[in-house]
């Protein structure tokens, strides 16, 4: 990293003037310009994004502790303030405003990287009380009401791989600056009733509104050769590549057009269910229901392992007489591909994957509730090979994915309201990319 002749702190506003958004009935886009500044780099990696939430009534009127008192409605512990937030544009202000990155999904990839945290991280310090975590979903409702018509204030660093991965300073005048675009979500993607049976649920009397909306920052000032040394920006970027599975045994093909393959991380969402409804939680990470097995290959042959990942016991093969708080399925093979995707080491220093967190999101599978959003499961093919930051080349393979699991059957012990559905397959590929100022060409 250059070295810095001194540093500025900096604080940038919408550039729409704009200082209140809502997602229904007003400005959803926020949007904030970065100007380049003579002899200095900007370090993305000190970015902040700030603003107070508050949860508005369809009269304009916040809703208060009482009224949370008697609601039950709650959004993804886990992800907290981020939940806010369906989508990420950064561009060059320079000639032809190039779209350096588009983090779509934003919401979900960001749950998903959070598997490498514990629960007791999410109660405690930035997680907790500036990114409006909690352990469970009646503690992030606390979050949601205000005091005096005032929301929360919260802080978080946006998870794009320009932003947080990027280890490298940024040549703001070759970029001739940076505007980041942000998107809200929906409200019926960001909230969600914890009880669809209770009275009192989400309906469209609720409306999210950000106030005193920042992007705090850093510029590093540094000598002249070292700002014409820096001619580009490498990153890890995200595409993600959806299929559905629709039956118990299927095969899933993708050929992700990247130059530099890191990993794919597969998570499963029900198709019914988890798409605009304020009955589920949108951002849920469970595991694919009742999987059994599964196995990957590249371009036909078996790889990287040339073995099926047999899940023991799988959902489908615990005796009918489980209590549904001990429903757990899964070992410690298929455990080891997802996490070592997700931090690159096992046994982790801490996981939200766990038995735990399994059991309770299959609990509230079986009673149709939102009581807990901490599991985090999928299905990962990491191809570093166990050497954590290398990438291979992988132009245009064929990646097949079979997974075998309780889609659309009659295994009874297997929540009924999920088994009868198709489930949706977001295959997240993560990849190296390379920003050019010259040109302003992002190639990947």
């Given at each position: 990293m250059?070295?810095?002749?001194?540093?500025k702190?900096?604080?940038?506003v919408?550039?729409?003037?704009i200082?209140?958004?809502?997602?229904?009935?007003?400005?959803n886009?926020?949007s904030?310009l970065i100007?380049?500044?003579?002899g200095?780099?900007l370090?993305t990696?000190d970015?902040?994004?700030?603003?107070t939430?508050?949860i508005?009534?369809?009269?304009?009127?916040?809703?208060?502790?009482?009224?949370?008192g008697?609601t039950?409605?709650?959004f993804?512990?886990?992800n907290g303030a981020?939940?806010?937030?369906?989508?990420?544009?950064?561009?060059?202000?320079?000639s032809?405003n190039?779209?350096?990155?588009?983090?779509r999904q934003?919401?979900?990839?960001?749950k998903?990287r959070?598997g490498?945290?514990?629960k007791?991280?999410l109660?405690a310090?930035?997680?907790?009380v500036?990114q409006?975590?909690?352990?469970n979903s009646?503690?992030?409702r606390?979050?949601?009401s205000?005091?005096?018509?005032?929301?929360?204030d919260?802080?978080?660093?946006?998870?794009?791989g320009?932003l947080?991965?990027?280890v490298?300073q940024?040549n703001?005048?070759?970029a001739?600056?940076?505007?980041?675009?942000?998107?809200?979500?929906e409200?019926?993607?960001?909230?969600?009733?914890?009880?669809?049976a209770?009275a009192?649920?989400?309906t469209?009397d609720?409306?999210i509104e950000?106030?005193?909306?920042?992007?705090?920052g850093?510029y590093?000032?540094?000598?002249?050769p070292?700002?014409?040394?820096?001619t580009?920006v490498?990153?890890?970027k995200i595409?993600?590549?959806?299929?559905v599975?629709?039956?118990a045994?299927?095969?899933?093909a993708?050929?992700?057009?990247?130059?530099?393959?890191?990993k794919?991380v597969h998570i499963y969402?029900p198709?019914?269910?988890?798409?605009?409804?304020v009955?589920q939680?949108n951002?849920?990470c469970?595991?694919?229901?009742?999987?059994?097995?599964?196995s990957?290959?590249n371009?036909?042959?078996?790889?990287?392992?040339?073995?099926?990942i047999?899940?023991t016991p799988?959902?489908s093969?615990?005796?009918?007489?489980a209590g549904k708080q001990g429903?757990?399925?899964?070992?410690?093979?298929?455990m080891?591909?997802?996490?070592?995707?997700?931090n690159s080491q096992y046994?982790?220093?801490h996981s939200?994957?766990n038995?735990?967190?399994?059991?309770?999101a299959?609990?509230?599978a079986?009673?149709n509730?939102?009581?807990?959003t901490?599991?985090v499961n999928?299905?990962?093919?990491d191809?570093?090979y166990?050497?954590?930051?290398?990438?291979?080349?992988m132009?245009?393979n064929?990646?097949?994915?079979n997974?075998e699991?309780?889609v659309?059957t009659?295994d009874?012990?297997?929540?009924?309201?999920?088994r009868?559905?198709?489930?949706?397959?977001?295959?997240?590929?993560?990849y190296?990319a390379?920003?050019?100022?010259q040109?302003m060409?992002?190639?990947q």
């Amino acid at each position: 990293m250059a070295q810095s002749l001194y540093k500025k702190y900096f604080e940038v506003v919408p550039v729409n003037n704009i200082t209140t958004f809502q997602v229904n009935g007003g400005t959803n886009q926020i949007s904030m310009l970065i100007p380049p500044v003579n002899g200095a780099t900007l370090s993305t990696t000190d970015m902040v994004f700030s603003g107070t939430l508050t949860i508005k009534k369809a009269d304009g009127t916040s809703y208060t502790t009482a009224d949370f008192g008697t609601t039950d409605i709650s959004f993804d512990s886990v992800n907290g303030a981020h939940n806010l937030i369906s989508r990420v544009d950064i561009l060059s202000q320079g000639s032809g405003n190039a779209l350096v990155e588009q983090r779509r999904q934003y919401s979900l990839i960001n749950k998903y990287r959070r598997g490498t945290l514990s629960k007791n991280d999410l109660a405690a310090g930035k997680y907790n009380v500036q990114q409006l975590c909690s352990t469970n979903s009646n503690g992030a409702r606390n979050w949601l009401s205000s005091n005096n018509d005032v929301g929360h204030d919260f802080a978080i660093q946006l998870n794009t791989g320009f932003l947080m991965d990027n280890v490298q300073q940024v040549n703001l005048g070759a970029a001739n600056g940076l505007l980041v675009k942000i998107y809200l979500n929906e409200v019926s993607n960001a909230l969600f009733s914890i009880d669809p049976a209770a009275a009192n649920k989400l309906t469209s009397d609720f409306n999210i509104e950000l106030t005193n909306v920042k992007l705090f920052g850093r510029y590093n000032f540094v000598t002249q050769p070292v700002l014409s040394a820096l001619t580009g920006v490498q990153f890890r970027k995200i595409n993600d590549l959806i299929s559905v599975v629709q039956s118990a045994n299927d095969t899933i093909a993708n050929t992700p057009m990247v130059n530099s393959l890191h990993k794919i991380v597969h998570i499963y969402q029900p198709n019914d269910t988890t798409a605009n409804n304020v009955d589920q939680n949108n951002t849920q990470c469970n595991q694919l229901v009742g999987l059994k097995k599964y196995s990957v290959s590249n371009n036909g042959s078996r790889h990287p392992y040339n073995y099926d990942i047999d899940i023991t016991p799988s959902l489908s093969e615990l005796p009918t007489t489980a209590g549904k708080q001990g429903r757990v399925s899964g070992n410690a093979e298929q455990m080891y591909f997802f996490i070592s995707a997700l931090n690159s080491q096992y046994p982790p220093v801490h996981s939200l994957v766990n038995a735990e967190n399994q059991a309770k999101a299959f609990e509230d599978a079986t009673d149709n509730k939102n009581n807990s959003t901490l599991n985090v499961n999928g299905i990962a093919v990491d191809y570093s090979y166990g050497f954590r930051g290398f990438s291979v080349p992988m132009v245009n393979n064929l990646l097949q994915i079979n997974p075998e699991s309780s889609v659309l059957t009659n295994d009874g012990i297997v929540p009924t309201s999920v088994r009868n559905q198709t489930q949706t397959q977001n295959g997240f590929i993560e990849y190296d990319a390379s920003l050019t100022y010259q040109g302003m060409m992002v190639s990947q």
